[in-house]
């Protein structure tokens, strides 16, 4: 991957030192229930056999809103019927419902939205960089976490990368 590095680091979060991967060996997720912003329920049960791409990040961050314009073209370009398709989930991790409906309106975000308490980026990212792209295989296991902005060739890559994974 040709993946950016995020500077200033101040901007957006303390960053470490990280792998491209899971920390430590791919692990199961336990998906909660998430509503989106549009209300609708997505329950634990839709996840499963079916790869995923979640994306953390904030309406204040200027690399994710360059991030998720990436995000936006992909989601375009796939079938979300296709059961091998991933579904996308971008969590923002704003505390403002609003803002963050009102952002997403503003740069005509087509992608499925929510936003976090807390309990997904939990369950997910143990470091605390946005945006950070998280890649989970059909079988509910995290095998990739991926730090801070990608360039869009790396991100139109990412189904390819999760088919690669079975």
Known sequence: MKRRAVLPACVCAVLAPLP??????????????????DGTLLPPASWRGRPAIVVFWATWCPFCRSHNVHLDKLFASLDATAPASPRILAVAI?????????????????????????????????????????????????????????????????????AKRG
């Open 20 to 37: 491209a991967r899971a920390d430590g060996p791919p692990r199961r997720v336990d998906w909660p229930a998430v509503t989106l912003l």
């Open 94 to 162: 704003d505390t403002d419902r609003a803002l963050v409906a009102r952002t997403v309106a503003e740069r005509r975000y087509r992608f499925p939205v929510t936003v976090d308490d807390g309990t997904l980026r939990a369950r997910f990212a143990t470091r605390r960089v946005i945006p950070t792209t998280c890649l989970v295989d059909r079988s509910g296991l995290l095998v990739q976490t991926i730090p801070g902005e990608m360039f869009e060739e790396d991100v139109m890559e990412l189904p390819a990368t999760l």
